[in-house]
């Protein structure tokens, strides 16, 4: 069996938990990546007998915006979905019914779903190391129940946590900026998921755009783009309540 991977992955922990399922659900496994400018990228035809993984971040206890508007240009054809939620250690609220609603509109049937934590992509202190080695194991179980369900002939959607409406999605507002490091390379700008970066002076970002997703900081070769000391510090203290207990993956089937 074949399965597709799609993720919205801007700091690379997302990809990372939606390969470890898809690997552990078939043999030849295909990527499609949303996270960076999609301009000319040509997707496949799904058909029912497809099945998929579809993962994103949650930020703010909803889905990305622009992983919302490139998960509504496919076409699912009843293909089979394993949906992929993953946050930072805080909660992923309303992030997995949203991506339930987008893709069931976009033609998918829903067959499974989780909630998984990586390392928070802004205060890295938070789940740092995770997807860990007891995810990981967690993750298998649940694939192999997957693999067992789908074998089965059912397809039943499982109930899935959320609100509708969903909770307003407010602007984090943290925007990362060159240090002195800066070499000029402009892979930030390349790679930047809404071209907020100017592609002429990396240090100009288009706030009303910036989604910060920390992408220009993760790409970076030199590691010179960050966010300011002050407003990581007030980020790792704000989570610092929500966030220090290990929260627990939930399973969907």
């Known amino acids: ?7 919205f992955s801007p700091t690379g922990g997302t990809k990372k938990v939606a390969t470890f399922l898809a690997k552990g659900l078939a043999d030849r496994v295909s990527d499609i990546d949303l996270t960076d400018n999609q301009q000319g990228i040509q997707y496949p035809s799904f058909t029912a007998d497809n099945v998929v993984v579809i993962a994103v971040p949650s930020y703010s206890g909803r889905v990305p915006v622009p992983a919302v508007e490139r998960i509504a240009r496919l ?18 609220e309303d992030t997995l019914v949203e991506l339930r609603d987008v893709v069931v509109k976009s033609g998918f049937k829903v067959v ?33 129940k997957i ?31 060159p240090t002195r490091k800066c070499k000029k390379y402009g892979v930030c700008a390349r790679k930047c998921p809404v071209g907020a970066i100017d592609s002429q002076n990396y240090a100009e970002v288009d706030r009303d755009k910036c989604i910060s ?26 989570l ?10 939930e399973l969907f089937l």
Do not use: W
């Open 1 to 7: 069996m074949c399965c597709y991977n799609i993720y």
């Open 75 to 92: 076409c699912g054809n009843g293909a089979k979905a394993i949906l992929v939620g993953v946050y930072g250690n805080r909660a992923y």
């Open 112 to 144: 499974a779903a989780t909630a998984v934590v990586a390392e928070h992509s802004i205060a890295r202190r938070y789940a740092a190391g995770r997807p860990d080695s007891e995810d990981c194991k967690q993750l298998s179980i649940f694939a192999g």
């Open 147 to 177: 693999h067992e369900k789908l074998a089965t002939g059912l397809e039943n959607e499982p109930s899935i946590p959320g609100n509708r409406p969903y909770r307003d999605a407010g602007k984090v507002g943290f925007v990362p900026k």
């Open 213 to 238: 997703c920390m992408r220009c900081v993760a790409v970076c070769p030199h590691k010179s783009r960050k966010i300011s000391p002050l407003m990581l510090l007030a980020a790792n203290l704000m």
């Open 240 to 249: 610092r309540k929500a966030c220090s207990s290990r929260k627990e993956n």
